[in-house]
């Protein structure tokens, strides 16, 4: 039987979001802030996770 929720994807905002990001250890955690820092994108970090507002998902996805 044909469902359309399951044979359709949801489509991601583009443009001006907020993208969480978990990373496993510390080492990661200091190599994404210094690339984050280079390219003047704009975050918080919470203990174990960033918040980056991102203009453009698909430049960011990218960039990582």
């Given at each position: 039987?044909?469902?359309?929720?399951?044979?359709?994807?949801?489509?991601?905002?583009?443009?001006?979001?907020?993208?969480?990001?978990?990373?496993?250890?510390?080492?990661?955690?200091?190599?994404?802030?210094?690339?984050?820092?280079?390219?003047?994108?704009?975050?918080?970090?919470?203990?174990?996770h960033?918040?980056?507002?991102?203009?453009?998902?698909?430049?960011?996805?990218?960039?990582?």
């Open positions: 039987m044909p469902c359309k929720r399951c044979e359709q994807l949801s489509t991601i905002p583009q443009n001006n979001i907020q993208t969480y990001i978990s990373l496993p250890t510390f080492h990661h955690e200091h190599v994404l802030s210094k690339l984050l820092k280079q390219e003047n994108f704009a975050y918080t970090f919470n203990t174990n960033y918040i980056i507002d991102v203009q453009d998902f698909k430049a960011f996805v990218f960039f990582l």
